[in-house]
């Protein structure tokens, strides 16, 4: 299944490109993520539980950085078992362009797979799962890195009073 959609985030281009860089803002953004290491040379180790239908489980991977125009393009894919409950892969292709109205535009293409027993649950019901997962991380990336601007903005005028 594949899905697109675009955000616009209030901050330049160079700077949403080393957000989707960072470990720490890439952990935080990518739904019931629990744990991330690694770095974009090398790859990150994740693990992550989610919901899906009546289907817990969590699912242990790894995520990789390809296809990279640096400050401005690449492709994030991911891949996770989580035990009997099956498998999931997916990745995105994510480009950033300079918004007419300032800050970014971030514009992404998703595609995501599963199988096992999460995959019995029906087409429609893992293409909402998927979309809503998809929205859900572009959402809380963009929450992420405005609200680390706010409080670097807030913490210079606290410093200037």
Not at 48 to 71: N, Y
Not at 129 to 155: C, H, P, W
């Amino acid at each position: 299944m594949e899905l697109v959609g675009e955000r616009h985030i209030a901050l330049e281009p160079l700077e949403v490109w080393r957000a989707l860089n960072d470990v720490e803002v890439l952990r935080q953004s990518i739904p019931g993520c629990k744990e991330m290491t690694g770095s974009v040379e090398e790859g990150y180790e994740a693990v992550v539980t989610q919901k899906i239908g009546p289907v817990k489980a969590t699912f242990r991977g790894r995520v990789e950085l390809s296809d990279i125009v640096e400050g401005r393009s690449y492709r994030i894919s991911g891949s996770g078992k989580g035990g009997p409950a099956g498998h999931a892969s997916g990745a995105a292709d994510v480009r950033l362009d300079a918004h007419e109205d300032g800050g970014t535009r971030l514009i992404y293409a998703v595609e995501a797979r599963v199988g096992g027993k999460i995959a019995s649950l029906g087409g429609r019901l893992i293409g909402g799962v998927a979309r809503k997962l998809a929205d859900k991380f572009f959402e809380n990336f963009q929450n992420a890195v405005e609200n680390a601007r706010a409080s670097e903005q807030d913490g210079v005028r606290d410093d200037r009073a």
